[in-house]
């Protein structure tokens, strides 16, 4: 007999598989919500509503999930008790996830367990049916926050279609640092654009990855996109980077690095907006340690997306799991950076796994190994 299987989505931003046709297909659906009180009008939150699902043979979707992070800044403390995704036209709440109490003061970030996995094999069509529209009409919904101190949901916003893209820089030193001193590094920007029912962007941010390596250990300045390609033109947005200090090694990276960019703030969300149709126009600067020695410049350059449709499948393992049936759909993607010869320079991966296990089972990684799939090759790179 077949083990009950259990659905759940695995969703990683990495660094840096052989594309395939399957029956089932793999993606991952950002919709954010961004959250506001009347009671606090300068406090805000952030529903990260990240949609991993799989598509069946006809292109329709027969399983999903939805993992929640929140970032949040506020005026107030307040004990988070549940969040909600309501219906637009009536109010109607679809999904409800109620963890235990988190305590929210100032700014950070929480992860908020989800209780919803759906499936159409197992009979969930009323729920499947709402992920559906979640996914393919995300503005038709609104999030709101129920805490202790407002049961009914003191913060609520509309939910936003948002895109991704990434853009890198590799940033040079001065060139008259001797070379054993000079500092080598490779910055990314992952931009985020949340858009509404017309299409219109409402809502942005920048997810800042950075790898570096100095000779020593030195505490970071500053992480500035610019106008211009030279690295001295004005500074549009930044990073909260400044007084991080780095690995004592000086060699390591840097990533969860996020900044909200609002229609309101015109000059910082054109900048966005501009990023992402001619990233050849700016560029990305990193202070760090005494100046100039810490400092790097670079171009910031556009990304070529490439996706890889792949089927894990426990008949793979080497020694195979006993009595697993289990397979998971699973979509790799990746943006790159190419050298003027087309060989690759630098990529950032985005990776989503639908998880269908016989049992409860705690991931720790997921490996890219060198061979055939039934073979324990060598690790190329781990992520997750």
Known sequence: MVPKKSWMGLVSLAWVAVPGLFAQTADVAFRWAY?????????????????????????????GG?????????????????????RASDGAVIFQSQPPPITMRGRGAAVVPWDYAMHAGRGDRAALEAFRRLVEDPPSHFV????????????????????YSAVISLPTADPAIPAERRPKGVLVGGLFVGRDASAKPAYGEILWQVHYRYPAQVTFAGLHIRYGAVGDGPILISAP??????????????????????????????????LRRAPGDFSMTLHAGTQPEGTLRGRLRPTERINFQLQFSARNVVPPPPNWEASSPSSATFFVLRREDGSVAAANLLATTSLRFPEPVKVLRNDIRRGDAATNGPDLMRYG
């Open 241 to 274: 980077l400044a007084g991080v200090a780095s690995d004592p090694s000086g060699a390591g990276y840097l990533g969860l690095l996020w900044t909200q960019i609002l229609p309101e703030n015109d000059v910082a969300f054109r900048a966005l907006l501009e």
């Open 144 to 163: 709101s926050l129920a805490t202790r101190e407002q049961p009914e949901g003191g913060f609520r916003g509309q939910v936003l279609n948002v895109e």
């Open 35 to 63: 959250l506001r009180s009347p009671t606090q009008p300068e406090s805000w939150v952030v529903a990260d509503l990240r949609a991993p699902f799989v598509r069946d043979a006809s292109g329709a979707i027969d399983s």
């Open 66 to 86: 939805v993992v929640t992070r929140l970032r949040y800044s506020l005026r107030d403390e307040m004990t988070l008790t549940a969040v909600r995704v309501h």
